[in-house]
């Protein structure tokens, strides 16, 4: 099937002088204003290569520019200007949003297809190499999240917990972090950070590996001596973080781990772990693990309680009984408590399976 090329000129003799140089070789779909153009490679995501005339009616060559820039199409696709004009100023705009040539009137056709042909060759071979990395990180980082889970599914094995309870954090914090993103402008983050740190957040009690067995396993309430020592899984986890191989994880989930590992008990209030950190001093990814962690640990059945409904844990949580949330993380989980609640239900259930 042949790759197609847009003509946009308001002109049909450029139009048919043009489409006759290139029917053989390509299918040649035309324009007669910007906007039909803005359409048509819309709808077609086999188009190649673009000739846009400057001066139309409707919307001129250069709003098409602006908005291929804004969608980022003027990357992939190159865009050849059609003009008869010598206005320097409007040629050098035109290649400031990404134009690639000119091609001037009146035509001179024993240069313009070798021209054309040359620049569409060169764009399909950058756009094979773009693909070809982006497969390649896409890979890496599903391999880098495989090892993160299994790492972390170990350590919940050692706390008599199923490899659940991680993914049920991650998936909680997405959620969460995502909510939280849209909703305050000053906590925006891009999706591709937020899905970093739904990674990151599986490794949060990492440092629980360290911990005795008659402390992790103990099947009643802990005693302030035991409470001290449990407390230190958090700076344990970051030692742990520490000494893994530079090469073995993304630097930026390494990041999030880190932080998210030694600062997921810190609260609003200064009251929590292991550093005293109050309000934004704590990153918004720890403060969404630390609700994430907190929902789970209270909804979830463990070696020294009951499972809470999830009615009552939504109460202890925004009362405050499990240490002080920042009230904007409370605002964004309230939001969405029913959707996080029927995944919570989806999951465990799939886990007692």
């Known amino acids: 099937m042949k790759n197609s090329i847009l003509i946009v000129d308001d002109q049909e003799i450029n139009r048919v002088l043009l489409a006759e140089l290139f029917k053989e070789e390509y299918n040649v779909i035309e324009a007669e204003n910007g906007q039909q153009a803005l359409e048509i490679i819309n709808e077609n995501s086999d188009i ?58 009146p035509f001179r056709m024993c240069f313009i297809k070798a021209r054309i042909g ?76 937020i899905a970093k740190i739904g990674t ?52 930026e989930v390494y990041r999030y781990s880190y932080d998210i590992c030694r600062h997921h008990h810190e ?24 609700v994430a962690d907190v929902y789970d640990a209270l909804t979830s059945p463990r070696v020294y309680k009951a499972a809470f409904d999830t009615d009552t844990a939504i109460q202890m949580i925004n009362e405050g009984q499990c240490g002080l949330f920042n009230p904007k993380v409370l605002e964004a989980f309230n939001c969405m408590v029913d959707e996080i609640a029927r995944k919570h239900r989806e999951d465990s259930e799939a886990d007692a399976e």
Not at 144 to 169: P, Q, W, Y
Not at 182 to 189: G, K, N, S
Not at 268 to 280: A, T
């Open 48 to 105: 190649i290569a673009v000739m846009l005339d400057l001066i139309m009616p409707v919307m001129d060559g250069m709003s098409v520019l602006t908005e291929l820039n804004r969608t980022g199409k003027i990357y992939h696709i190159p865009v050849f200007i059609i003009t008869a004009a010598e206005n320097m100023q409007m040629l050098t705009s035109a290649y400031n949003l990404g134009a690639v040539d000119i091609i001037s009137k």
């Open 200 to 251: 990151a957040s599986i490794l949060h009690d990492v440092g629980k590996v360290a911990i005795p067995d008659s402390i992790l396993k103990k099947p009643g309430r802990l005693t302030p001596e035991e409470f001290e020592i449990m407390k230190i899984h958090t700076v344990k986890g970051c030692d742990i973080l520490a000494q893994m191989p530079e090469d073995i994880m993304d630097q």
């Open 267 to 290: 609260r609003w209030d200064g009251r929590g772990y292991p550093d005293g950190l109050k309000g934004d001093e704590v990153s918004i990814w720890a403060q969404v693990v630390a």
């Open 118 to 193: 040359n620049i569409i060759e060169l764009y399909r071979h950058r756009n094979e190499l773009v693909d070809i990395v982006n497969d390649s990180v896409d890979k890496m980082a599903k391999l880098n999240d495989k090892m993160v889970e299994t790492l972390a599914t170990l350590i919940e094995f050692r706390d008599c917990e199923s490899g659940e309870h991680v993914k049920r954090i991650k998936n909680i914090t997405l959620k969460l972090m995502t909510k939280v993103s849209d909703m305050f402008p000053e906590y925006r983050l891009e999706k591709t950070t």
